[in-house]
């Protein structure tokens, strides 16, 4: 690979309209299974994870949150390692009104403890 290019491309699945409507993406380690997870939030505010997704494979389904208005103000999503647990499972959100919220030791179908990081402008 070249500078300045992404390495191969990897299909997870089949093109299909679902997709047109996943609005953030992220990566961790949610299931404690110790392999890659990926977080999508859709533009109606549901929030699923896809366990065990692998560069051959989207993993399966687990519903976290379904369709709701609150997450529809999900600005921004990360997912990084910020507690004891040494797994790469704290969903970090920062929301439109500019409140940013920490997940602490999000799981595989729920979402960690809330903790306010940044109050609302």
Same mark, same amino acid.
Request: overall charge negative; proline content about 2%; aromatic content about 8%.
């Given at each position: 690979? #070249?500078?300045? +290019? ?10 299909? *309209? ?18 890659? @997870? !990926?977080?999508?939030?859709? *533009? @109606?505010?549901?929030?699923?994870? $896809?366990?065990?997704? +692998?560069? *051959? %494979? !989207?993993?399966?389904? %687990? ?6 208005? !609150?997450? =529809?103000?999900? %600005?921004?999503?990360?997912? #990084?390692?910020? =507690? ?11 929301? *439109?009104?500019?409140? =940013?919220?920490? $997940? ?8 960690? =403890?809330?903790?306010? !990081?940044?109050?609302? %402008?």
């Amino acid at each position: 690979m #070249g500078a300045g +290019s992404f390495g191969q491309e990897h299909r997870l699945k089949a093109a299909n *309209s679902t997709w047109t409507r996943a609005t953030l993406l992220t990566a961790g380690e949610f299931s404690g299974n110790q392999k890659w @997870d !990926l977080m999508v939030r859709w *533009s @109606d505010g549901e929030l699923d994870n $896809y366990v065990g997704t +692998s560069a *051959s %494979a !989207l993993g399966a389904e %687990a519903r976290i949150q379904n369709p709701n208005g !609150l997450g =529809t103000h999900n %600005a921004v999503m990360t997912t #990084g390692n910020f =507690t004891a647990d040494h797994r790469t499972d704290d969903l970090v959100v920062r929301w *439109s009104d500019g409140e =940013t919220t920490m $997940y602490a030791d999000t799981g595989k179908n729920t979402l960690g =403890t809330e903790q306010n !990081l940044v109050p609302h %402008a």
